[in-house]
């Protein structure tokens, strides 16, 4: 890994048959773009810590932290993202738009629909694929 890499981790919330995937705000890098809540760890946080955190920031939802779904490396024009995504839940709270545009429940067939953040899609194949089997 590079070692000037982002470490970003995201979460992979179910709810039924469909995910949760959030619109990133219009002033942001990669403005309106979709993709999955999360964000970066902070020096001193484990990735799960980082995650309740900035899930609790942008949904304001306490979550709990299952397996790891996928990790991925991507290079942005201005910066290289290590990005684990976290199978998780909402433990307790109502998902809300603190931070992004929308927040959408879709499901595997509804992924090209939107448009993506890059990094996401591998990750987004594999959710395809496995829809498929």
Same mark, same amino acid.
């Given at each position: !890994? ?13 709810? $039924?048959?469909?995910? !949760?995937?959030?619109? /990133? *705000?219009?002033?942001?890098? /990669? $403005?309106?773009?979709? #993709? %999955?809540?999360? &964000?970066? @760890? @902070?020096? $001193?946080?484990?990735? +799960?810590?980082?995650?309740? /955190?900035?899930?609790? #920031? ?6 709990? @932290? &299952?397996?790891? %779904? !996928? #990790? @991925?490396?991507?290079?942005? *024009? ?14 307790? $709270?109502? *998902?809300? !738009? ?13 992924? *090209? ?18 829809? +498929?089997?």
């Amino acid at each position: !890994m590079e070692k000037n890499a982002t470490e970003v981790v995201a979460a992979l919330i179910w709810d $039924g048959d469909r995910f !949760m995937i959030c619109q /990133r *705000p219009a002033h942001k890098a /990669r $403005g309106l773009l979709w #993709e %999955f809540v999360g &964000g970066k @760890v @902070v020096p $001193g946080e484990t990735r +799960e810590q980082a995650l309740v /955190r900035e899930c609790r #920031e942008e949904l304001a939802v306490i979550l709990s @932290v &299952g397996e790891v %779904f !996928m #990790e @991925v490396e991507h290079q942005y *024009p201005d910066l290289n993202v290590h990005l684990t995504l976290f199978n998780a839940g909402i433990q307790k $709270g109502t *998902p809300q !738009m603190l931070e992004h545009n929308d927040i959408r429940w879709i499901t595997p067939e509804e992924i *090209p629909q939107y448009e993506f953040c890059p990094a996401d899609e591998a990750i987004l194949k594999r959710l395809q694929h496995e829809s +498929e089997i």
